[in-house]
């Protein structure tokens, strides 16, 4: 396992630009875009950068598209197999439920060559969704389904020698997806913390990522096996709608949970991407610099890709104002008003001259401009998200903490019955987080810490036990704050971790949260929005086909175009 790397961290990039005032609310968070420490970015630049080959070396599917597929991935020092097992569309519709066992395509992913016997487990367990077991060297464990919207059409024009009409392609995005990606010892599989330097998928969430880039694969070749059994007059899917067509992916207001779960993480990661983003600011582009040109590529690319988008519901007039936004920031950097081009400057105008989203994809394709940078602060993201609290502390230093750096929280409402409208619970039914009034789930186990009262609670009683004090002490009278303390004792070198809001306040907008994980950290385009209860988008939208690998990534490839659409 790494160390902890974030003296390292500091070390490499400029203090941030923005502090957590700023940056934590929860509008701020929701508005982050896709950029190059986004996971799905990285993961397909790695795969590129290090030259891994992807063979699909059994597809023994029947007229229907039952059966299994099998595919080997070589990276330089490592091998894995993802082993796909295929059925026909249920009757009755789909579900994003994660207890729905019946799925169109079941799959792992597992170390070397999968055995007959880890298959045969995996037949036998996946159904069981949480009773389910993997056998060892399993690392993910994925399920999907099929666009009841656009996997046919694909299929019925592919048979009949044709490529599918852009437009029905430019309103869904994908042609399955994802309904569960799981690893890191869920049901058994492997531990993502034994993973040494040198492993492949040693960074975060590069083993969901590969597995989610494999069930886009197979949702080619099952299209294209579907159509090759109904017609001999059939094509294969074009190079160019390959790269659009990405995989759907969507999460309920669940996501939530993890935000506040794993603070420690999450304050990692936006920490690594605004000192990154102050490294770009930090950048002087003179006209012939090739860093501007490639900048200003880049957001005439996000301008008519945002232009393009049939997929979000954001309103059309709200998408072709930032368009024009985003294009008028190119049209500012290739300007000869100035000779050399001061990233700072511009960014500081975008804050206030157009959209957060249109600002926050300025300050994404900056980012690109340091890659080099980008991948030494891959190296920084490891971090211990356990400490245990020190009983030498002093509770006044725990107070200075709370006072200094929790003022937000000591503002905010807690009382009112605004402020605790909502209830998280765990639901029976599904088994999954939920969000609920307190008036429809009176009786409801609420399973989120209300940290805004607890940090309240907490300064109150240090205050009245004796800020002199010990926190061994304090802790042995008040024992059930023995959380809070030690969290705060975790983050108190973090800045980005927690945001700035009320969780069970009328007010507070669960989305925004859940497309900071989706959007800004998975890196999903396209997000659309379903009644403040889950958020979907389109992973690896770009994102070349296995047949790419050995070639070139282009610039720019996660702002594909329509297919057929000139350049």
Sequence with gaps: MRPVAVDRLRRLGRPPLRDDTELMLPEALGA?????????????????????????????????????ARYTIRTANHSFEFVALSNPPVEGGRSGRVLDGERDMNAALYEGVATDSQIETMRREMPKIYAGRAEGDTVIWCRSNRSMRVFEHVVERLASGNQPDPTRIAETGYLMRNVGIEGNGIYGTSAFATYDAGHPLAY???????????????SFDLAEHLARVSSSEAVPLGREFKRFIGLGNGSAIGLVFFVYNRPAFIGRWIEMR?????????????????????????LLQAARFTAEDRISNTPAAIRKRRSEEIERLALRVASDADPVLHLAKLMDEAQVSVSREAAETLFSCAMELQPALRDEFLECFFVDEELAPSPTLMLSEIATLIEQHYAWALRLDTESADANHFVWYQSISNDEPRRGTRHDTPTSLNMLRNLPAGIKALLADIHAFGAGQSTAKFLLAYPHHRYLVQRLELLAAQRFHTPHCNPFARDFAALSLVRLVM?????LEKPVDFLDRNSRGIMFHGAPARDELGGVLEPGWFYPFLPGASR
């Design 32 to 68: 982050l875009q896709p950029s190059a420490l986004s996971c799905s970015r990285y993961f397909v630049e790695r795969m590129f950068r290090d030259r891994w080959q992807i063979e699909l070396t059994l597809f023994d599917l029947d007229r229907v598209g039952a059966g299994m």
């Design 204 to 218: 975060p969430y590069m083993a969901q990522m590969l597995a989610g880039y494999m069930m886009r694969e197979f």
């Design 274 to 298: 605004e000192r990154l983003l102050a490294a770009s600011a930090d950048l002087k582009l003179s006209g012939d610099d090739p860093r501007r040109t490639l900048l200003h590529a880049l």
């Design 519 to 523: 959007v800004g950290f998975y890196g």
